[in-house]
């Protein structure tokens, strides 16, 4: 009987060793995948739900935000919302104030995306990431809403719902299901 005993432990100690020995090499990078499709599908799922415009924005943001530490998803969410805030107030404003001369509004659009790729030159880490995001979402939202003013402003408000939505699944994916500090 002892001896069953004992092959028992040894076995069961060897496949501790095996496990843990996974988990420190592949499992993470398995939970973490896990972890990021579930959070991109539940993005989508409500983005449909919702009936946004482009669910897929919200399951992008996801993916791009999404990081094996809880912290970092929450850092780099800030700055995407910050970024992406901040990129609408600009398109806003450029629209209102040259809806009737397009070259102008190029103009002022490059101008601001020179500004935005210098700030991010100069910053590193996730705040660089918020001054290229205040850039692109410029210039993304930006040029459809120059050719039609009268819908930038549900366009502005429609992208920050979808980053939004995007962010929150991320976070909450991050920070609820086997969470690494």
Known sequence: ?????NA????TAAWRSALDDWWRTEGRTWVHVVKALLAAFAALAIALRLDLPQPRTAMT???????PQSGAVLAKSFY????TVVGLVATLALVALFAQ???LFLGALALWTGICTAGAARNRNFR???FLLAGYTAALIGIPA???????????LTRAAE???GVLCAGFVSALVLPQH
């Not at 009987?1 to 005993?5: F, I, K, L």
């Not at 943001?61 to 990081?67: D, N, S």
């Not at 995407?80 to 970024?83: F, K, N, V």
């Not at 120059?146 to 502005?156: I, S, V, W």
């Open 146 to 156: 120059a050719q039609h003013p009268d819908g930038a402003f549900l366009a502005a």
């Open 128 to 130: 660089s990431y918020g």
């Open 1 to 5: 009987m002892s001896e069953n005993a």
């Open 163 to 165: 980053v939004s939505l």
């Open 8 to 11: 028992i432990a040894a076995g």
């Open 80 to 83: 995407r919302i910050g970024g």
């Open 101 to 103: 001369q397009p070259e």
């Open 61 to 67: 943001t996801v993916f791009i935000v999404m990081q």
